[in-house]
Nanobody
Framework: QVQLVESGGGLVQPGNSLRLSCAAS????????MGWFRQAPGKEREFVAG????????FYADSAKGRFTISRDNAKNTVYLQMNSLKPEDTAVYYC?????????????????WGQGTQVTVSS
């Protein structure tokens, strides 16, 4: 089992930044891939960014490219999502997820473990 705990969400004005953190514990391994997803009210959960723990390969959704940065700290078993130039349409609950495998996949159903989510609200 892997436990994931997100933190760092909050209320910010458009154009500002937030950094989300996802701390992993339990049966962690370099064979995992980590992903950030988000879900807005009335919408499906969607892929935002992912990183392969072993290779460091990174992929972003088009909506995140150029504004969001995913990174990892191996020593802390923590994955980050730096979000800059936030827009109201970025408002959602953001989830951290993990899956066995070294390839970043975009389907939520591909992931085995999920955090509880952290709310991000972008509003003036």
């Amino acid at each position: 089992q892997v436990q994931l705990v997100e933190s760092g969400g909050g209320l910010v004005q458009p154009g500002n930044s937030l950094r989300l953190s996802c701390a992993a514990s339990g049966r962690t391994s370099s064979s995992y891939t980590m992903g950030w997803f988000r879900q807005a009210p009335g919408k499906e959960r969607e892929f935002v960014a992912g990183i392969s723990w072993r290779s460091g390969s990174i992929f972003y959704a088009d909506s995140a490219k150029g504004r969001f940065t995913i990174s990892r700290d191996n020593a802390k078993n923590t994955v980050y999502l730096q979000m800059n130039s936030l827009k109201p349409e970025d408002t959602a609950v953001y989830y951290c997820a993990a899956r066995w495998g070294t390839v970043v996949l975009k389907g939520p159903y591909e992931y085995d473990y999920w955090g509880q989510g952290t709310q991000v609200t972008v509003s003036s």
